[in-house]
């Protein structure tokens, strides 16, 4: 049965770097660590790589690993993400990796996404069922 997780994330640390070449267009890596609240509580790490365009808006893509609880159940899952930024707010899809979840969350499936303005906060979904 599916069910629908929602609530807010704050990030608590973001360190970027450059990545790929300097004669193409500004390429970054990005670590950001967020905490969790609402109907998944937590912490998650990112890893994006990230296109920046000259109006400095962008497109990225990454890998999140979540620690913490979806109601019950305590555990860790991965997520595959994919957004952009518009230059004011991040909106991001993302997919939870079939067969990565750990502890309670094992047999995690699910889509969703979040948006965040130009900040330290959003808010996020995820519309997700366990095969157990």
Do not use: C
């Not at 497109?59 to 305590?74: A, L, M, P």
């Not at 930024?85 to 067969?99: C, L, M, R």
């Amino acid at each position: 049965m599916k069910a629908i997780a929602k609530g807010g994330f704050a990030i608590t640390d973001w360190q970027e770097k450059p990545a790929g070449t300097r004669t193409g267009p500004k390429v970054t890596r990005a670590t950001v660590k967020q905490k969790f609240t609402g109907d998944i509580k937590g912490s998650g790490t990112t890893e994006y790589v990230m296109v920046y365009r000259p109006d400095k808006t962008a497109e990225y893509s990454g890998v999140q690993v979540v620690n913490g609880s979806i109601g019950t159940r305590k555990g860790s899952f991965a997520l595959l993400l994919k957004g952009k930024f518009d230059g004011q707010k991040a909106t991001t899809k993302w997919e939870v990796v079939p067969g990565a979840g750990k502890g309670a969350l094992k047999g995690l499936s699910g889509k969703g996404g979040f948006g965040a303005p130009h900040g330290s906060k959003g808010e996020y979904t995820l519309t997700y069922e366990f095969s157990d």
